[in-house]
């Protein structure tokens, strides 16, 4: 079992900037990659960014390519998603994934555990 623990949303004027952590837990030495997902209001959830835990690898999607920058700190066995230049779509619930085996890094049926989520709201 992974247990994933999300930090760092909030409320943020358009431009700004927010962090978002996700503290991983339990049998992490199983996990192949993390991901950041968000799930807009109505609407199905979908994937922002990507990174193999041994770091070698980062994807993202291409509204966010430029802005967003996911990280990892293995030491912590944090994932981090330094989201910068915000904009009002940004707003979501965002998620926090973890992987275990490889394959397609930005369908959220290949994750396996997820967190319970953190909501992002950026005002114009």
């Known amino acids: 079992q992974v247990q994933l623990v999300e930090s760092g949303g909030g409320l943020v004027q358009a431009g700004g900037s927010l962090r978002l952590s996700c503290a991983a837990s339990?049998?992490?030495?199983?996990?192949?990659?993390m991901a950041w997902f968000r799930r807009h209001p109505g609407k199905e959830r979908e994937f922002v960014a990507a990174?193999?835990?041994?770091?070698?690898?980062?994807y993202y999607a291409d509204s966010v390519k430029g802005r967003f920058t996911i990280s990892r700190d293995n030491a912590k066995n944090t994932v981090y998603l330094q989201m910068n230049s915000l904009k009002p779509e940004d707003t979501a619930v965002y998620y926090c994934?973890?992987?275990?085996?490889?394959?397609?890094?930005?369908?959220?049926?290949?994750?396996?555990?997820w967190g319970q989520g953190t909501q992002v709201t950026v005002s114009s």
């Open positions: 994934a973890a992987k275990l085996e490889t394959g397609k890094l930005g369908l959220p049926v290949e994750y396996d555990y």
């Open positions: 339990g049998r992490t030495f199983s996990i192949y990659a």
């Open positions: 990174i193999t835990w041994s770091g070698d690898s980062t």
